[in-house]
């Protein structure tokens, strides 16, 4: 890739783009070459600002054809938008290996790094939890953000307990114990098996607890998001980073040495 890195942001009205806008500005080797906002077309503005890199922080509804449109731009995508489920990054991969497989030698393979949250404290609370899970009888996820956000419950949320599902899964762990028979409604969303809570309230931003429970003991892990310039750090490193991951990449943690 070239230097400075030539950085689109799609979204770049909304909260999480304004502040990724302002983040690459004072960036390093980092180049904001366009600002898209809603109606416009992506892959023809991608092209005009001959972006390396696009950043997408837009509305469930709209982040996967993004993507499309930026890979057929020939430029790499970091996605921040949640909303995304297995088949949307089947097709995201299928659409990176048929365009990887014709792209010429001196062409570097294209990346997508999704990430469902680019908090440090947020990717740790999920890499600790799935390392947990094991060990416990039972696991519940709370997350808890401001009243605007407009899915749930949350991709970090979904993130979470997906890798607590699995996680319990390789260790031939059985379902949790939940003897509900009525009000399951109040028992939260199913993600694989793990029961998922979201919390609306005026005032918070982005917070998520893990419970996990045994007979007679309790952990309870638990990350706060303040501020979204907490997320800046996180996207920055995605930008720089995706650019030598050809193909789908989906989580932070591996772009983070956790091991
Ligand atoms: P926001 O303030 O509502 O901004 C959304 C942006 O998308 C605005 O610029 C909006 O344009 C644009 N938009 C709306 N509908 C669109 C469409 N159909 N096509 C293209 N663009 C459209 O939301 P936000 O708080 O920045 O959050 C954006 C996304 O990032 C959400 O999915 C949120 O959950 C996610 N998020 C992720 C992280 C992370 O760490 N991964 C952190 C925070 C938030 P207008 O202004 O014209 O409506």
Not at 181 to 196: C, F, K, Q, T
Not at 226 to 252: I, K, Q, W
Request: net charge negative; with cysteine.
């Amino acid at each position: 890739m070239t230097h400075p890195l030539r950085v689109a942001v799609l979204g770049a009205t909304g909260r999480m783009g304004a502040q990724t806008c302002a983040a690459l500005e004072a960036a390093d080797g980092l180049e904001l070459v366009a600002r898209v906002g809603r109606g416009e077309d992506v892959g023809a503005a991608v092209r005009a600002a001959r972006a390396d890199v696009a950043v997408d922080f837009t509305v469930p509804a709209a982040t996967e054809a993004n993507v499309h449109a930026v890979l057929d731009a020939g430029a790499h995508a970091v996605v921040g938008t949640t909303g995304w489920d297995d088949d949307s990054r089947r097709r995201v991969a299928e659409h990176l290996g048929r365009l990887n497989a014709a792209r010429g030698v001196a062409e570097p393979d294209l990346g997508v790094l999704i990430a469902p949250n680019f908090g440090l404290s947020a990717v740790l609370a999920m890499t600790f939890a799935a390392r947990a899970a094991r060990y416990f009888e039972s696991a519940e996820v709370v997350e808890l953000h401001h009243p605007d956000k407009v899915d749930a419950p949350s991709g970090t949320a979904r993130h979470t307990a997906a890798a607590i599902a699995r996680a319990r899964a390789e260790a031939g762990l059985g379902p949790m114990p939940d003897a509900t028979e009525a009000g399951i409604e109040a028992r939260g969303a199913d993600v694989d098996g793990v029961r998922v809570h979201a919390v609306r309230l005026r005032g918070l931003v982005a917070h998520e607890e893990i419970l996990f429970g045994n007979v007679g003991e309790q952990l309870v892990i638990r990350q706060d998001s303040f501020d979204r310039v907490s997320f800046m750090p996180g996207v920055l490193l995605a930008v720089r980073e995706v650019g030598s991951r050809p193909g789908l990449t989906v989580g932070l943690e591996n772009v983070l040495d956790l091991s």
